[in-house]
């Protein structure tokens, strides 16, 4: 089992829909949780991130957090076709970052 | 403007040649990391560094060296000793080691031809 697992994707939706993209972690010690974007040839950018239980909202943007099952998610609201990009969920067993650990991210579409 | 600057963005490499990737960062961070990135892949933890003259190996650190002698700068030379180097190469900064956020440059595209 990867430590960090995304559906690779393509997921493809309809503009102004809701995009949600899913990640699972193996490691229950796990302490924070990140995701990030990056267009196709560039750098990853932070979006959100994530450190109890719950959801938090940005904007268009919501992370969703469950410790217990071990999954935390991404919701894009109103998605706009500047949104498609790859989605990298990245999660902290520790409290280093020498522990970040990425997934191999969520390819997101939204069709005009 | 306060970032991390990475240099050259594009860079070919003959096998059996060393070449080295600069990381320059304004952001008084005290922390800094390379990663490699391989289409398809999550990033790679190559080497980190929390202090200046202080380094650590990451998850795939053979084939690779690095130097922090100043705080702003954190080098990255591939070997030719890295078996596969063609990748994408991004190099990062926080504030601490401490599970402060990782902020990313723009990242260098090696190829070795």
């Known amino acids: 089992q990867k430590e960090v697992e995304q559906n690779s994707g393509p997921l493809s939706v309809p503009e102004g829909a809701i995009a949600s993209l899913n990640c699972t972690y193996s490691?229950?010690?796990?302490?924070?949780f990140f995701w990030y974007r990056q267009y196709s040839g560039k750098s990853p950018e932070l979006i959100m991130s994530i450190y109890s239980n719950g959801d938090k909202e940005d904007g268009r943007f919501t992370a969703q957090l469950n410790k217990a099952s071990q999954y935390v998610s991404l919701l894009i609201r109103d998605s706009q076709p500047s949104d498609s990009a790859t989605y990298l969920c990245a999660v902290n067993r520790g409290f280093g970052n020498e522990k970040l650990t990425f997934g191999t991210g969520t390819r997101l579409t939204i069709i005009p | 403007d306060g970032g991390i600057t990475q240099s050259p963005k594009y860079l070919f490499r003959k096998e059996g040649q060393n070449v080295t990737l600069s990381c320059e960062q304004n952001?008084?961070?005290?922390?800094m990391y390379w990663y490699r990135q391989d289409p398809g892949q999550g990033l790679r933890l190559i080497y980190y560094?929390?202090?200046?003259?202080?380094?650590q190996k990451g998850d795939i650190a053979e084939g690779y060296s690095v130097s922090r002698e100043k705080k702003e700068s954190f080098p990255l030379t591939v070997t030719s000793a890295q078996k596969n180097p063609t990748a994408f190469y991004l190099c990062?900064?926080?504030?601490?080691?401490?599970?402060?956020?990782?902020?990313f440059g723009e990242g260098s595209w090696l190829t070795v031809v």
């Open positions: 952001l008084n961070h005290d922390a």
């Open positions: 990062a900064s926080s504030n601490s080691i401490s599970g402060n956020t990782i902020y």
């Open positions: 490691d229950r010690g796990s302490q924070s």
């Open positions: 560094s929390q202090i200046v003259n202080d380094f």
